[in-house]
Structures are given as C-alpha cells and as structure tokens.
C-alpha cells in the first residue's frame, strides 16, 4: 500500500489503468471521480474503477495520510 500524505487544502489527482483501493487513515479527506463525491470516513475503503483519474483533497486543518492499493 502505497501512503499518499496531504497538507491541508492539498489537492492530488491520479489515474490507474487498474482497479485501486483508497483508504483513508487519518485526518479528513474529500473523493472524488466523474461520477462520485464524498467525504471519506476513517478506515473507508473505496474502489475505483480501471482507468478512472481519482482526486484527493485534505479538508482539515492538519495533514491527512490515505493508502491506495492497485
């Protein structure tokens, strides 16, 4: 699992050609694709589709850590 840490207000965008899992590990953190929105909840995990760009963005006030697996 990789650890992708964010600074607040950080934005990270990135694309998979295979499926992904991205969990949120602590902080706070928004999700989403073309298709989805949502505040990720500690410990969610959240499949993304093959071939689907994602984006991340810390929503706190202190650095968040997310796992993302493919």
Known sequence: ??????EPNEVFE?????ASTTTLLSGSAHY???EVEQE????????????KS???TNIGTIDC????SH
């Open 65 to 68: 850590i997310i796992g993302c």
């Open 1 to 6: 699992m990789a650890k992708i840490i964010l």
């Open 54 to 56: 994602h984006i991340l």
């Open 40 to 51: 990720l909840q500690l410990n969610e995990v959240v499949l993304t589709p093959a071939n």
């Open 32 to 34: 989403s694709t073309d």
């Open 14 to 18: 990135h694309f998979h050609s295979e």
